[in-house]
């Protein structure tokens, strides 16, 4: 019957009971899927993580400065990821990163919400908030 008709007979979903066929042009088929699964992918948003780094003692100007920059990623729609590095010594001040961390999580709560809550990972206590 296909090739009468000088088209191809293609299993559409061979799992089914019974398999499905249709009797269709295979290269216009491919070339449409094709064209499905780029369309498919041109919707799909891409997550951009925004890096925001704070010292153990970083001053309240400071401070204050990075969270405005913050907000505006949040805004914008980025993931950010918020880290408190520790250089030396100041690894003992763990405390002070964690609290300071939980500190911007709280006054960023009306523009995110939090996905990790910090970790410390090496040098680095790191904490990540998605934008709502």
Known sequence: MA????LDLVEISPKAVPPVCKIIDYKKYLYEQKKREKAMKAKATKVTIKEIRFGPQTD??????????AIKFLQDGAKLKAFVFFKGRSIIFKEQGQILLLKLAQELEEY???EQMPKLEGKRMIMFIAPK
């Open 60 to 69: 309240e100007h400071d401070y204050e400065f990075k969270k405005k920059h």
């Open 3 to 6: 090739e009468e008709q000088g």
């Open 112 to 114: 995110g919400k939090v």
